[in-house]
């Protein structure tokens, strides 16, 4: 008997689709016996890597890890079971830049299991007195003063890690040499984000995506969210109310930034042909269209999103949002960028409170970055 242990991380949207595929899986495949365990989102997100790689064969895991993955090899390269055309395939079937997240140096350590980036979403039962949801930022100011009027809130997730992330979604960064971010984007970007804060729920930054929608679902007084991970769970929610989801409200070119979640084989595992083998049947198309999505999973498969059997559960989560994750931004994914996302977030977060000042952040910021760019530390927890 071989028993593969996986770890996924604690929302639905994760374990359901997991926990589904084991009694198919094992009676299937009568020799093998699959549990998966759980840990929270701060977990899955900040939580240590070497002692997860220890205890299990298969974990899910957010994309930064993989520049500390590759440069250790901490994972099993995928190429090194998959043909040509097989890689292609998953490839080619990918969301956004999904895929490319989970390749370094010449090796795909994970698939892409799960997408997502961040969205725009709505209370539609609240909305329909404000009419259509934003195409612009400018819209969403007007909105968010209309609903202050009303005693009603925008909706803007602002804990740390969320505070870094839409920054990243608003600058979209490059490398230029020594510099990450630009000075001009930096001070235009924490401008527009303390006008949203000003205009959103006193809780915001408190907030992660999670816990912002679950007050939107049992509270009236927030409206909209302009930009929020997406979760296709508050969308295909049976009862009222739910909420919808739309693309953001920039550019069409813009994109917001990607997330999402990968499933990796620890390299020390014992099971690695085994475990390979579970986790191609988990990414299938056919899977991940299928009962993936009925059991609360969002697919990392582009078929899953543009299938509409999985658009009418979703009350098309997928294809309102599939403009925004096709342009997705793709992090960094050097060893060193985790350390990095760290050490900013919370720096981040107090500009946008308007607790210290934007006139150097930038610089504060591309300092940091060319100190862990190098990453001659392996980060042990991931933004």
């Known amino acids: ?33 699959i549990e998966w365990d759980r840990r929270s989102l701060y977990e899955f997100g900040e939580g240590a890597l070497d002692s997860v790689l220890s205890a299990y064969d298969l974990v899910i895991f957010d994309h930064p890890f993989i520049g500390d993955i590759a440069r250790e090899r901490l994972m099993v ?62 819209e969403v100011i007007e909105l968010g003063r209309a609903l202050r009027k009303d005693g009603k809130w925008l909706g803007l997730p602002l804990v740390p890690t969320d505070a870094m992330c839409l920054l990243l979604t608003l600058t979209n960064p490059q490398e230029n040499g020594e510099q990450f971010f630009a000075a001009d984007r930096v001070v235009e970007a924490i401008d527009q984000l303390r006008q949203l804060a000003a205009l959103s729920h006193p809780d915001s930054p408190k907030w992660n995506p999670i816990r912002c929608y679950d007050h939107m679902i049992a509270n009236d007084d927030v409206v909209y969210v302009p930009f929020a991970f997406g979760y296709v769970n508050y969308a295909s929610k049976p009862d009222a109310p739910h909420l919808l989801f739309a693309d953001v409200p920039t550019p069409a070119s813009a994109g ?65 949002t599939l403009r925004t994750i096709q342009s997705s931004y793709l992090r960094p994914t050097h060893p060193g960028f985790i350390a990095f996302f760290r050490e900013c977030a919370p720096r981040v977060q107090a500009a946008i409170s308007g607790q210290t000042s934007t006139s150097d952040l930038a610089g504060t910021l591309n300092r940091i970055y060319r100190e862990t760019r190098s ?6 927890s991931v933004a």
């Not at 028993?3 to 604690?10: E, F, P, V």
């Not at 990453?375 to 042990?380: C, I, P």
């Open 1 to 33: 008997m071989v028993k593969l242990r996986g770890l996924a991380w604690d929302h639905r949207r994760c374990w359901g689709p997991l926990d589904a595929s084991v009694e198919p899986c094992s009676a299937a495949h009568p020799g093998i016996e």
């Open 77 to 138: 390269p995928f190429d090194d079971y998959l043909s040509g055309d097989q890689m292609d395939f998953f490839e080619q079937d990918s969301v956004g830049s999904s895929w490319q997240s989970y390749a370094k140096d010449g090796h795909q350590w994970a698939l892409p299991i799960d997408a997502a980036c961040q969205v725009a979403s709505y209370r539609p039962d609240l909305m329909t007195r404000y009419g259509q949801a934003p195409g612009s930022l400018h």
């Open 256 to 320: 917001a930034l990607l997330g999402g979640a990968g499933i990796g084989v620890s390299a020390q595992s014992r099971h690695r042909q085994e475990a390979v083998d579970y986790a191609l049947f988990l990414c299938s198309p056919d899977y991940q269209r299928g009962e993936y999505v009925t059991a609360g999973g969002q697919p990392g498969s582009l078929s899953a999103w543009k299938d509409k059997a999985a658009n009418d559960l979703s009350r098309d989560f997928f294809k309102s």
């Open 375 to 380: 990453g001659n530390e392996l980060s042990r």
